[in-house]
């Protein structure tokens, strides 16, 4: 279901991280809902992500630089796994694919968004939508990393049911990006912007 209003999200920053799976698509509707409503987003890539949608959508989308490797310069030469989680106000992972959960659950870092995952550990809170395969998503490894997730304090949506890219119908669907918005504006609206200085008169 569309919301019936968008939340301001005006000095909000997003970092989204898109791991590889057939719901790319709707990180991209997900990216442009979040600039709509006035956030600014960064987006980070895994090599995976990236055989189904281009970084160019993105950048596009965010009129900003996408990220896709561990050896990128960011501004300043800061090491980009650190200043880009930093910067952030929220972390979302949509697609979350088995893959990735599994990474953050056992704490893997082998690449930009898995590191960047580890290192926004105390920075940034992360809300993660996760997309897979019915079967999948019951395994037993993936409940038991979500559960961990879970523990760790991360925030999970989804996934729906209905029909998967595999022809199947189950559930594993990723959350549609309007819901996945009105998640993460309940979470940034929870504090102020990192970006924004306190009003000491407030």
Request: proline content about 8%; hydrophobic content about 45%.
């Given at each position: 279901m569309e919301p019936t209003s968008s939340p301001s999200l005006k000095d909000y920053e997003v970092l989204l991280c898109v791991t590889g799976g057939i719901a790319c698509y709707k990180a991209a509707d997900l990216t442009s809902k979040l600039v709509q409503a006035g956030a600014g987003v960064t987006v980070a890539m895994t090599d995976a992500a990236q055989e189904f949608v281009r970084p160019l959508t993105f950048q596009s989308l965010t009129m900003r630089e996408v990220y896709t490797s561990m050896w990128q310069s960011t501004e300043y030469y800061q090491s980009g796994h650190i200043s880009l989680t930093e910067r952030a106000d929220l972390i979302i992972v949509a697609p979350a694919t088995a893959n990735?959960?599994?990474?953050?659950?056992?704490?893997?870092?082998?690449?930009?968004?898995?590191?960047?995952?580890?290192?926004?550990?105390?920075?940034?809170?992360?809300?993660?939508?996760?997309?897979?395969?019915?079967?999948?998503?019951?395994?037993?490894?993936?409940?038991?990393?979500?559960?961990?997730?879970?523990?760790?304090?991360?925030?999970?949506?989804?996934?729906?049911?209905?029909?998967?890219?595999?022809?199947?119908?189950?559930?594993?669907?990723?959350?549609?990006?309007s819901e996945i918005l009105d998640a993460a504006a309940k979470i940034l609206l929870s504090r102020p912007p990192k970006g924004v200085a306190p009003n000491p008169g407030a």
């Open positions: 990735i959960i599994a990474k953050m659950a056992q704490g893997l870092a082998d690449d930009l968004v898995s590191t960047m995952i580890l290192a926004a550990t105390g920075s940034a809170p992360v809300l993660i939508a996760p997309a897979m395969n019915t079967r999948m998503w019951s395994a037993p490894p993936v409940q038991n990393n979500l559960k961990l997730l879970r523990d760790y304090g991360l925030h999970i949506i989804g996934p729906d049911s209905g029909r998967l890219a595999c022809g199947t119908f189950g559930e594993g669907r990723m959350t549609q990006p």
